[in-house]
């Protein structure tokens, strides 16, 4: 059922970008060609297929593609989906007002919804995928003074990751429950579906970027050492490692420092740990929407979350 409405999915979107400037067209469209997982419409559409639902489900899109266009460009990345990245083959400014161009067309269809809680809880993730991103420019919560593994900063990593994954998976599946005019039990519950998974989903990400070839991914690998970024793996391979500890205080500004960071995370269990505490997360999105009747919906979000653990790309 779902698998027929994703066909579909693409072609609305494409249709909601077309814009009468040829070149801004090819921009704006230029991700939708790539192969894109469509996690986040997918959620949606499990959730419920109401016409309602399937506008959510291209808004959701609309939203991450407009966020990949501009994170391509923060991350100076040069591949995406298996091709080269928009800021690559067409340059910064035309990458970036292409994601404003999709955030714009995806208030419009959101506006069209008529539905103030969901325009809110969705014009809420666009605020929180740039708190995120910002949280992460500043990388750590380290204090200077004190300059070890904490606590806090397994914590700070998390709000952040909330804030520019978690946030729109697991909004977009309150609103799609919302539209469908659930019960506040369901409601809530699709919301923690949603940001488990988002929070596994990333933690997943950031693990696969040590350890899977661009190739493979689509995109750059090793890329977040690269930026100076401290994910999980290596958070957790810090914590017991003066040496990784020191590389991080000084942000990897050395010759050869990331380098020998990677070696380290690489010889450490951290890599383990992110994978166990993405299980975790599974587990959690899972026993969320126990309530759920049985259907083939509800398996069809058992078995997403589930493979959000044995994903390659
Ligand atoms: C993915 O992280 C980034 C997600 C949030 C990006 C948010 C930005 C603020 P990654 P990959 C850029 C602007 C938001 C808008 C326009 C809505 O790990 O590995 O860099 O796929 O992702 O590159
Ligand atoms: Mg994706
Ligand atoms: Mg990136
Ligand atoms: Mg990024
Ligand atoms: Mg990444």
């Given at each position: 059922m779902v698998a027929k409405e994703m066909k579909?999915?693409?072609?609305?979107?494409?249709?909601?970008?077309?814009s009468g400037h040829p070149s801004l067209d090819t921009?704006?469209?230029?991700?939708?060609?790539?192969?894109?997982?469509?996690?986040?419409?997918?959620?949606?559409?499990?959730?419920?297929?109401?016409?309602?639902?399937?506008?959510?489900?291209?808004?959701?899109?609309?939203?991450h593609t407009a966020s990949l266009l501009h994170d391509d460009v923060i991350d100076h990345s040069v591949s995406r989906r298996g091709n080269p990245?928009?800021?690559?083959?067409?340059?910064?400014?035309?990458?970036?007002?292409?994601?404003?161009?999709?955030?714009?067309?995806?208030?419009?269809?959101?506006a069209r919804l008529r539905d103030p809680e969901v325009t809110e809880l969705l014009a809420t993730v666009i605020a929180n995928l740039v708190e995120g991103e910002f949280m992460q420019l500043k990388n750590t919560a380290r204090d200077e003074k004190n300059p070890v593994w904490t606590k806090e900063t397994i914590t700070y990593y998390l709000q952040k990751t909330y804030l520019k994954s978690?946030?729109?998976?697991?909004?977009?599946?309150?609103?799609?429950?919302?539209?469908?005019?659930?019960?506040?039990?369901?409601?809530?519950?699709?919301?923690?579906?949603?940001k488990n998974l988002g929070l596994a989903f990333q933690l997943v990400d950031d693990m696969l970027d040590?350890?899977?070839?661009?190739?493979?991914?689509?995109k750059p690998a090793g890329a977040d050492l690269e930026l100076g970024l401290a994910t999980a793996p290596l958070l957790?391979?810090?914590?017991?490692?003066?040496?990784?500890?020191?590389?991080?205080?000084?942000k990897f500004e050395k010759e050869g420092d990331v380098a020998r960071a990677r070696e380290?995370?690489?010889?450490?269990?951290?890599?383990?740990q992110t994978r166990a505490l993405a299980e975790e997360y599974v587990n959690q999105a899972i026993a969320s929407i126990e309530m759920f009747p049985e259907s083939?919906?509800?398996a069809g979000l058992i078995e997403m979350a589930h493979k959000t653990l044995k994903r390659r790309n």
């Open positions: 579909f999915l693409t072609g609305n979107i494409r249709q909601l970008l077309g921009v704006a469209k230029y991700y939708t060609q790539g192969e894109g997982k469509h996690v986040r419409p997918l959620i949606v559409l499990l959730i419920d297929i109401l016409p309602s639902q399937r506008r959510l489900a291209e808004i959701t899109e609309l939203i990245s928009a800021n690559l083959e067409f340059g910064n400014k035309m990458a970036v007002l292409a994601g404003d161009f999709l955030l714009g067309r995806a208030s419009v269809a959101l978690a946030s729109l998976i697991s909004k977009s599946a309150r609103a799609a429950a919302l539209l469908g005019g659930s019960d506040t039990a369901t409601v809530d519950a699709a919301y923690l579906y949603g040590y350890t899977v070839t661009a190739e493979e991914l689509g957790f391979a810090w914590e017991n490692n003066k040496e990784l500890g020191a590389l991080v205080g000084r380290l995370v690489l010889q450490s269990n951290g890599l383990e083939e919906a509800k």
